[in-house]
């Protein structure tokens, strides 16, 4: 057998609402006597109608309404006693109730019986629609040339729109780039359309159409604007890079982690081509949300690069001897002078940090940096400091002899020691390839879409 299980909270909360129940009689004789109802209020009596002329003045009153409305002048009416009984048949369903609140209105009537049923019969449904269909055929005819006038009126203002917004030089001397005169024409064929679209209304009278249009679209505008939220962002990042212009063309930028020099700023797309020689399209949502490296923008560089030594070795005298290596370099600017740091202490070597600066217009940077490591690794091993190597330890079984062969005199040679470069002689020229490849492209496709201008500042 099944035991029910009341929980506290609820034993609680029913002790509550009988307590509340019990106490609500006495409360209200203590504050008066019992609660007040509010008492229904009375119909209204009926005014006796059992004069026959009464009744004969109300139902010619009914008559003479209905012989005024063309789908009620056939209804049948008696009253008896301020009881009005309508009858017959009338075309729609609608009629019969609109049959019996006109007789409810009429002053005497008591209550009105409705016994009208709707007229089924094909000639009396079709002749109505035919006539109908005619009068509105009759009415169209005759508003054509309204309705053509109206029609030439709207395609007037509309292709003056259009002819305005062809005019290219004009929203190229308004506008800052070609690209906010794109977006101004199209905004002008836009306004032309829906302006003529509003006068022809007007002129035809109907404005109220309008009304629903313009609801009816602004619903799908919303439908639409979370459907291609994307393409909108994407769209207005498009318009804030070319306000901004945060680059000029054959830049060297790092974009969202990818590096290339600029092509081009389309109204989609930021064309990048890699040091690879590969071209990179960047949407402009994600270009104007990422962080940009640009590292044309200023000329002067710096460098860095590490070098280890022994941990026995004096850190400072290596520093000394390699950044005199380093300035010795002829590409390297006396300002910002070239530095050097104790990177890190380790086991069993210390690591030097080396800083340098170059001008990238005259030296290019990898090069620079590369011949920079070259030269203050050279310069601390000919003046006695050890680069030390990865130190690996090995145990061995002391209780197997490793066979050994006898080393003969005279076959160890030393290794050769390696040859440093002069500076003069190494090749640092700026790599222009790619450069002439983005200068190139640009000059092959002038008449594509370029909202970068030089003639504006940049950001």
Do not use: C
Request: glycine residues 8%.
């Amino acid at each position: 057998m099944r035991r029910w299980q009341f929980s506290p909270a609820l034993i609680r909360a029913l002790g509550v609402l009988l307590f509340l129940g019990l106490a609500a009689p006495a409360t209200a004789q203590l504050l008066g006597g019992e609660p007040e109802v509010a008492a229904p209020e009375a119909p209204a009596p009926i005014a006796t109608t059992a004069d026959p002329a009464a009744n004969a003045a109300i139902s010619e009153t009914i008559k003479g309404i209905f012989a005024e409305i063309e789908p009620l002048a056939e209804v049948g009416v008696q009253v008896s006693a301020g009881v009005v009984t309508l009858s017959g048949t009338v075309p729609a369903a609608n009629d019969i109730r609109r049959a019996e609140a006109i007789a409810t209105r009429v002053a005497g009537v008591v209550t009105v019986e409705n016994r009208l049923e709707r007229n089924l019969a094909v000639d009396d449904n079709l002749s109505p629609a035919l006539g109908k269909f005619t009068a509105m055929s009759r009415e169209t005819l005759q508003a054509l040339p309204l309705l053509g006038v109206a029609g030439l009126v709207g395609i007037l203002i509309g292709g003056l729109g259009f002819l305005l917004a062809s005019v290219d030089r004009l929203w190229v001397l308004i506008t800052p780039n070609p690209f906010l005169a794109e977006v101004a024409a199209t905004f002008i064929r836009f306004l032309s359309v829906v302006l003529g679209l509003v006068v022809m209304l007007e002129i035809l009278g109907a404005t109220a159409l309008l009304s629903g249009v313009l609801g009816g679209a602004g619903v799908i505008g919303i439908a639409l604007g979370f459907a291609v939220r994307d393409t909108v962002d994407n769209y207005v990042s498009s318009l804030m890079l070319s306000l901004r212009q945060p680059f000029r063309a054959n830049d060297l930028v790092e974009i969202d982690g990818n590096e290339g020099r600029v092509v081009r700023l389309t109204s989609r797309a930021t064309i990048l081509m890699t040091l690879d020689g590969n071209h990179l399209r960047i949407p402009n949502s994600i270009v104007f949300k990422s962080i940009i490296l640009n590292y044309t923008r200023n000329s002067q560089r710096r460098f860095s690069f590490d070098l280890g030594i022994d941990s026995e070795d004096d850190p400072i005298e290596a520093m000394r001897v390699g950044l005199a290596a380093v300035n010795a370099l002829p590409f390297v600017l006396n300002a910002p002078k070239a530095s050097a740091v104790i990177q890190n202490i380790g086991d069993s070597n210390v690591v030097l940090r080396f800083f340098g600066w170059l001008d990238q217009s005259d030296t290019d940077w990898q090069k620079g940096r590369s011949l920079a490591i070259n030269e203050a690794s050279h310069a601390l091993t000919s003046q006695g400091f050890s680069l030390p190597e990865p130190i690996y330890r090995l145990r061995f079984d002391e209780t197997a002899p490793l066979p050994m062969k006898p080393v003969e005199t005279g076959k160890m040679q030393d290794a050769p020691r390696r040859q440093s470069v002069p500076p003069g002689e190494a090749d640092t020229d700026p790599e222009t390839h790619v450069i002439n490849l983005v200068a190139e492209e640009r000059r092959t496709k002038d008449g594509a879409t370029d909202m970068l201008d030089s003639r504006r500042p940049e950001e």
